[in-house]
């Protein structure tokens, strides 16, 4: 263990890694829909280079997902398969990409900055003596096959450029929302190589006592998000918020405060430490832009500020201003949009 | 492990560089380090236990391990040399991993899910790797039991109740429970016991495993990030069809909704 990793990282021979590899991770039968943004940069990046994509994939039974992995463009699908790996569990997977970075040495190596994704992230980076580049929103190669693995830092002000020079493969993770999901390419050719791995007991120690799933709210997912601040006075305003986000196809979101007075659940929350969204519209209606809030939502396209106060910070960063009590804001940009509607189709009738 | 930071609430933006003005800000206990000092505490206060707290750190940092002892921890080590300056996820991961084997002993390392400062959430992983221990992240409930902990992980798509034999590391979501107060009359005795400071000579560290030259990866470059660019129109709630056009138009919202 501790004493046979100390021996510093040995610098390694970069000539021998070759190729890009992403670790899919998925529930089930279905693929998380960030392992899917991960194939699809992960091939942009390989491609980009004439390399291959490989792709590992764990679990019980991986046969469905392992060819779905190829039919989105994946050059090589490594598949390992124990009754022992149905739940994720960090010890056992960690070990088996170890051992599959070990064999197959990819130059990259990515993963999804989810929870589970990171659990994993830099424990393979250490096993595998490198360094790791975490939750970055921006990845490129060189010519010389460098990852150029960038993260934004500072409140999201500033973007590092982080390079690992010596050390292979280069790691990163990447984070959800951020790529463009891969699509399914017809006739793609793809190789799966399936192992049976028998797992050493004492890498399931951990029991998974129960999973207890939650309606998670993807907001990262959503091309539109409407959210509520401190200024929506109570859990009641999220209605009719809701009522706007369902009559455009968008999600609800939240400042941090009314998640604390739980007048909405966490997973609503965007900001510093909620999530991070690049919707092409965002509403805010009754908050202020604090910084922390501002961080997870700046790189809306169109940004819709509703709030009482016509010199609220986040007017600074909006395209349209309606300095107005919520309550009668917005049921009159619902009632513009659904009569907008109907107008235009009046017309056309006309027409 | 706790990591002293700038407080980010007192962190302000610098609008012509736009980075983060630090100097004004104090410097805290990482907020979900405090979390993790707490489920710690409770661990002590059920089944009694021994609790040192290890920061990697400039000596200014001994305040932050001070902080921990008067809330109620034992001992405080500041780990503080100069070849430690610098160090990415992979030496910060083998100093911490080599004061936890120092210590000796140790059955459950309590870190936080990640920073507020440079927040790679890599730390905790990366110690339990080097030291062969297993790992629970995003733990938001933990508890303890005749050498098990059984902790509640704070996942996307559902909560995952798990059961792990000690010695384990455990990362604890942030504001996942609420830290006690530091004590007066502890935080007297935390500095009459003072900080021990451990320096590379002390892990049996060299200096080309830590800090800068320890480090695989490194920053290039820092480039503020364009923001997009917004119309800051003020629109009346009579004008508010103006708004429906442009989203009609930009393909962004559909005639009459969905
Ligand atoms: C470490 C740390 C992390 C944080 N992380 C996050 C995070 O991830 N996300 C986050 O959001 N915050 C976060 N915060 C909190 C953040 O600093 C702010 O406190 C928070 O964003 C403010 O929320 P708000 O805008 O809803 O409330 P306020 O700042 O109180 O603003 C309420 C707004 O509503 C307006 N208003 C009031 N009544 C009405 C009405 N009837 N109609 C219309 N407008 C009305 C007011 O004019 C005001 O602008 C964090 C803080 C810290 C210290
Ligand atoms: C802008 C910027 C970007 C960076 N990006 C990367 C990167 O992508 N990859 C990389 O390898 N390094 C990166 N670093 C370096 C990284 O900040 C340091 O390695 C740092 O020591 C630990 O990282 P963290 O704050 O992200 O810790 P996290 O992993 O977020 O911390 C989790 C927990 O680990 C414990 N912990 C962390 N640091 C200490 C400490 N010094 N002493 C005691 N306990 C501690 C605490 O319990 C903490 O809550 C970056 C640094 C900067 C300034």
Redesign the interface.
């Known amino acids: 263990?501790?004493v046979g990793?100390?021996n510093?990282?040995p610098v390694a021979n970069k000539d021998e890694y070759k190729n890009v590899g992403v670790y899919i991770e998925h529930?089930g039968d279905e693929i998380k829909r960030s392992s899917l943004e991960m194939i699809g940069i992960g091939k942009q990046l390989a491609r980009k280079i004439n390399e291959k994509l490989l792709c590992v994939v764990i679990g019980d039974k991986v046969d469905g997902i392992a060819k779905e992995v190829g039919e989105y463009g994946c050059d090589i699908v490594l598949a390992a398969e124990s009754p022992d790996l149905a739940e994720y569990r960090?010890?056992p997977y960690?070990q088996i990409i170890g051992d599959y970075i070990a064999e197959y040495k990819p130059n990259i190596f990515l993963l999804a900055a989810?929870?589970?994704g990171?659990?994993?992230?830099?424990?393979i980076?250490?096993?595998e003596?490198?360094?790791?580049?975490?939750?970055c929103t921006v990845l490129d190669v060189d010519e010389n096959r460098t990852l150029l693995a960038n993260r934004?830092?500072?409140?999201?002000?500033?973007?590092?450029?982080?390079?690992?020079?010596?050390?292979r493969p280069q790691m990163a993770t990447a984070r959800p929302g951020t790529f463009t999901p891969a699509e399914k390419e017809k006739d793609h050719k793809y190789e799966i190589v399936k192992k049976k791995v028998n797992v050493d007991k004492n890498m399931l120690?951990?029991?998974?006592?129960?999973?207890?799933?939650?309606k998670?709210t993807?907001l990262t997912a959503a091309?539109?998000v409407v959210a509520g601040g401190l200024g929506l006075g109570g859990p009641d305003g999220f209605k009719l918020l809701q009522d706007l986000a369902?009559?455009?196809?968008g999600a609800v979101g939240s400042s941090r405060p009314p998640v604390d007075l739980g007048w909405i659940t966490r997973?609503h929350q965007v900001g510093?430490?909620g999530q991070a969204v690049r919707p092409?519209?965002y509403v805010a209606v009754g908050i202020s832009g604090k910084?922390?809030h501002v961080a997870g939502m700046?790189?809306?396209?169109?940004?819709?500020s509703i709030n009482k106060d016509?010199n609220a910070e986040i007017?600074?960063?909006?395209?349209?201003?309606?300095?107005?009590d919520y309550r009668?804001?917005v049921p009159?940009?619902i009632d513009?949009?659904?009569n907008?509607?109907?107008q235009?189709?009046a017309e056309a009738q006309k027409a | 492990m706790i990591k002293q930071v700038p407080d980010s609430s007192e962190v302000e933006i610098d609008p012509v560089k736009m980075t983060l003005n630090r100097t004004k800000a104090r410097n805290v206990v990482n907020a979900a380090d405090l979390n993790a000092l707490e489920y710690a505490l409770r661990i002590k206060d059920k089944v009694g236990a021994n609790i040192t707290v290890i920061s990697m750190g400039p000596p200014m940092a001994d305040a932050a391990i001070i902080e921990c002892m008067a809330r109620g921890a034992d001992r405080g080590i500041l780990i503080t040399d100069r070849a430690f300056a610098g160090a990415d996820t992979y030496p910060t991961g083998l100093t911490l991993a080599a004061t936890i084997t120092k210590l000796g002993n140790v059955d459950i390392v309590f870190g936080g899910d990640e920073t507020t400062d440079s927040s790679t959430g890599h730390v905790g992983p990366g110690v339990a790797e080097f030291l062969g221990f297993d790992q629970i992240t995003y733990a938001k409930e933990v508890d303890y039991e005749d050498g098990y902990v059984i902790a509640t992980r704070d996942l996307e798509d559902g909560d995952e109740i798990v059961k792990v034999p000690t010695p384990v590391v455990i990362t604890v979501l942030l504001n996942s429970n609420i830290p006690r107060h530091q004590s007066l009359r502890k935080k007297i005795d935390a500095i009459r016991k003072g900080v021990e400071s451990w320096g590379i000579n002390e892990l049996g560290l060299k200096p080309e495993w830590v800090g800068l030259r320890g480090s695989p990866t490194i920053v290039r470059s820092m480039k503020a990030i364009k923001e997009p660019e917004h119309l800051h129109k003020t629109v009346t709630l009579d004008k508010i069809d103006d708004i429906v056009a442009d989203l009609v138009s930009k393909n962004i919202i559909k005639v009459g909704g969905k």
Do not use: W
């Open positions: 263990m501790m990793l100390i510093a990282i529930r960090t010890m960690a989810t929870r589970n990171r659990d994993l992230a830099s424990r980076a250490v096993k003596r490198t360094g790791i580049t975490a939750d934004p830092t500072y409140g999201e002000s500033t973007l590092a450029e982080i390079l690992c020079r010596n050390h120690k951990k029991q998974i006592i129960k999973f207890i799933p939650k998670a993807d091309k539109i369902d009559l455009i196809g997973d510093q430490t092409d519209l910084p922390q700046k790189f809306s396209k169109v940004i819709i016509p007017n600074k960063i909006s395209d349209y201003i309606i300095v107005e009668k804001a009159a940009l513009a949009i659904k907008f509607g109907k235009k189709v």
